[in-house]
């Protein structure tokens, strides 16, 4: 029995059981199947290899670098594209003229698929930190943008009766109004821009780069490890989640006293 | 001298296939200091849209509406209105909520502690004061924005079917609270809503408006001291009477009408 107040705790259902059974048959599978060699090792690689592979790269201190290195890409590029896609997203709501100017430019660099523009980067900015972040940067800064904006301008019609029969002025009208009534949709742009800005480091690492688990990844590959390119991919898998969750969380402490879902996190 | 003077107001708005609509034709009506007027009408007649006019939030296609004399051309701190699901930022606690035209208004801090303790005492939500919109009941969300109203102390204030969202008790409850606030405060009131007993519980005067477009039909002055009782003969009569009229006024055969 759950308290009033208190959040209600996950049962383990009977699907649940057969969900977890499914994985183990698959994993089981996948070892047999490997050990006795119906598939080949360059190919797949057993959980047990991949388990020993994780255990060596991170005991010989071959991963910590990397990991760190895109962590730090991660967020830098984030954090930037973050503070200035609020702040944009800012401007153009105080403004409209400003985004009626602007709306034009930021949707055609949005139209560009970020990883053809990868080459240029990386001959302004070289193949180092730099480019990685411009790229994370140019990954999730609109997403941030359009969905505050869009955010502002869904604000319930009825709220802005409200700011206008108490004579609020525009500043008041943004500020006190239009803007908490964007946080939701704000942070649904801070949590899909979140998801993507993983791929968009991994995916410059592999490209070209001095570090980085993208770069270990395409390593890997080259050296037909099967093992560590599973590994890596789970790891950067669990680093994303855990990304999204981190943002959830944020969001969960500043709304959750005034919305009436409780948000999954 | 009238309060409220709407001197034949007309209304047009444009439907979603891109028709016209006449929505208010001719409505001329005084509302006197310190008079509580209700607005009754078949749903989809321009009550509310009448209140949005008089609140300033909607401007008008011909006539004029007066505030003690003056011209209303957009809204004014001495019109306070309280909407129908009490419309409070859902970011704000019922504290701030209340305090949302102070602040806006720029109203010093101590005034806005004292005024805050009379209102909140005088709506019964002590003990609320810090919980969200969410974590209250309809009838708690409506004295809320009632209070929030009533800060500003306006002279004159709306009111969009303010109780439709609530139970049946708790609506008897919010009726009779208002009443007696009236007593208290000394507003002019004009009240829109579909429940026409709500109204002739109320009101000292009560306007039909017709059908589209809408006209003033009828207007009951109902002669009965307060406190009023609800099973009052009088009182059930006027009800049936406006009733009757509302039928009598909407031609069509299905006639679509709230009791």
């Given at each position: 029995?759950?308290?009033r107040?208190?959040?209600?705790?996950?049962?383990?259902?009977?699907?649940?059981?057969?969900?977890l059974?499914?994985i183990i048959?698959?994993?089981?599978?996948i070892?047999y199947?490997v050990?006795?060699?119906?598939i080949s090792?360059?190919?797949?690689?057993s959980?047990?290899?991949i388990?020993?592979?994780?255990?060596?790269?991170?005991?010989?201190g071959?991963?910590?670098?990397h990991?760190?290195?895109?962590?730090?890409e991660?967020?830098v590029g984030?954090?930037?594209?973050?503070a200035?896609g609020?702040?944009?997203?800012l401007?153009?709501?105080?403004?409209?003229?400003l985004?009626?100017?602007?709306?034009?430019f930021?949707?055609?660099?949005m139209?560009?698929p970020?990883?053809?523009i990868?080459p240029?980067?990386?001959?302004?900015f070289?193949?180092?930190f730099?480019?990685?972040?411009?790229?994370?940067f140019?990954?999730?800064?609109?997403?941030?943008?359009?969905?505050t904006v869009?955010?502002?301008?869904?604000?319930?019609v009825?709220?802005?009766?409200?700011?206008?029969?108490?004579k609020?002025?525009?500043?008041?009208?943004v500020?006190?109004?239009?803007?908490?009534?964007?946080i939701p949709?704000?942070?649904?742009?801070l949590?899909?821009?979140?998801?993507?800005?993983?791929?968009?480091?991994?995916?410059?690492e592999?490209?070209?780069?001095?570090?980085?688990?993208?770069?270990l990844?395409s390593?890997?590959?080259?050296?037909?490890?099967?093992?560590?390119m599973?590994?890596?991919?789970?790891?950067?898998t669990?680093?994303?989640?855990?990304f999204?969750?981190?943002?959830?969380l944020?969001?969960?402490s500043?709304?959750?006293?005034w919305?009436?879902?409780?948000?999954?996190? | 001298?009238?309060?409220?003077?709407?001197n034949?107001?007309?209304?047009?708005?444009?439907?979603?296939?891109?028709e016209?609509?006449?929505?208010?034709?001719?409505?001329?009506?005084?509302?006197?200091?310190?008079?509580f007027?209700a607005?009754?009408?078949?749903s989809?007649?321009?009550k509310?849209?009448?209140?949005e006019?008089v609140?300033?939030?909607?401007?008008l296609?011909?006539?004029e509406?007066?505030?003690?004399?003056?011209?209303?051309?957009d809204?004014?701190?001495?019109i306070?209105?309280?909407?129908?699901?009490?419309?409070?930022?859902?970011w704000?606690?019922?504290?701030?909520n209340?305090?949302?035209?102070?602040?806006?208004?720029?109203?010093?801090k101590?005034?806005q502690?004292?005024?805050?303790?009379?209102?909140i005492?005088?709506?019964?939500?002590?003990?609320?004061?810090?919980?969200?919109?969410?974590?209250?009941?309809?009838?708690m969300?409506?004295?809320?924005?009632?209070?929030?109203?009533?800060?500003?102390?306006p002279?004159?204030?709306?009111?969009?079917e303010p109780f439709?969202a609530?139970?049946?008790?708790?609506?008897c409850?919010l009726q009779?609270?208002?009443?007696?606030?009236?007593?208290?405060?000394?507003?002019?009131?004009?009240?829109?809503?579909h429940?026409i007993?709500e109204a002739?519980?109320?009101?000292d005067?009560?306007i039909?408006?017709s059908p589209r477009?809408s006209?003033?039909?009828?207007?009951?002055?109902?002669?009965?001291?307060?406190?009023?009782?609800?099973?009052?003969?009088?009182?059930?009569?006027?009800?049936?009477?406006?009733?009757k009229?509302?039928?009598?006024?909407?031609k069509?055969?299905t006639?679509?009408?709230?009791?």
């Open positions: 029995m759950a308290a107040g208190q959040i209600k705790k996950k049962k383990f259902t009977f699907i649940n059981a057969l969900q059974v499914a048959v698959l994993l089981a599978y070892q199947a050990d006795a060699g119906r090792k360059i190919f797949i690689a959980p047990k290899m388990v020993d592979e994780a255990i060596k790269i991170i005991s010989k071959i991963l910590w670098p990991l760190v290195l895109t962590l730090q991660l967020v984030y954090l930037l594209a973050a200035v609020v702040v944009v997203a401007t153009w709501i105080l403004f409209p003229k985004e009626e100017f602007m709306d034009l930021c949707s055609a660099i139209a560009v970020k990883t053809a990868l240029l980067l990386i001959l302004w070289g193949i180092g730099k480019s990685k972040i411009v790229l994370i140019l990954f999730t800064v609109f997403q941030i943008l359009y969905n869009t955010g502002a301008k869904q604000t319930d009825k709220f802005i009766k409200v700011a206008k029969v108490f609020a002025n525009r500043f008041q009208l500020f006190d109004i239009m803007i908490p009534a964007a949709s704000m942070f649904n742009g949590k899909l821009a979140a998801a993507t800005a993983l791929t968009g480091v991994v995916f410059s592999m490209q070209s780069a001095k570090g980085g688990l993208g770069f990844l390593e890997a590959q080259q050296l037909l490890n099967s093992a560590r599973f590994f890596i991919i789970v790891l950067v669990v680093v994303s989640v855990l999204v969750r981190l943002i959830a944020i969001e969960y500043i709304c959750h006293r919305q009436q879902k409780v948000p999954h996190i | 001298m009238p309060t409220i003077k709407a034949k107001v007309e209304k047009y708005y444009r439907s979603n296939d891109g016209l609509v006449h929505a208010l034709k001719d409505v001329t009506l005084e509302i006197k200091d310190g008079e007027v607005i009754v009408g078949p989809g007649c321009g509310s849209t009448f209140l006019i609140a300033g939030l909607l401007p296609d011909g006539g509406v007066y505030l003690d004399d003056e011209k209303i051309t809204t004014d701190r001495n306070g209105v309280v909407f129908q699901d009490a419309s409070l930022f859902p704000r606690t019922i504290k701030k209340i305090a949302f035209g102070m602040e806006i208004a720029k109203v010093p101590e005034e502690e004292k005024r805050l303790k009379h209102y005492e005088l709506m019964n939500l002590r003990g609320f004061e810090n919980k969200f919109p969410s974590q209250l009941s309809g009838g969300k409506q004295r809320a924005g009632i209070a929030r109203t009533l800060v500003m102390d002279k004159v204030i709306l009111m969009d439709s609530v139970d049946h008790l708790t609506r409850t009779d609270e208002l009443l007696k606030l009236r007593e208290k405060e000394k507003k002019t009131i004009l009240f829109v809503t429940d007993n002739v519980y109320l009101a005067r009560v039909l408006l477009p006209v003033i039909q009828e207007e009951y002055v109902i002669k009965a001291d307060y406190p009023r009782n609800r099973d009052d003969e009088y009182l059930a009569h006027v009800a049936s009477k406006i009733m009229d509302i039928v009598k006024g909407s069509q055969d006639i679509e009408y709230y009791i």
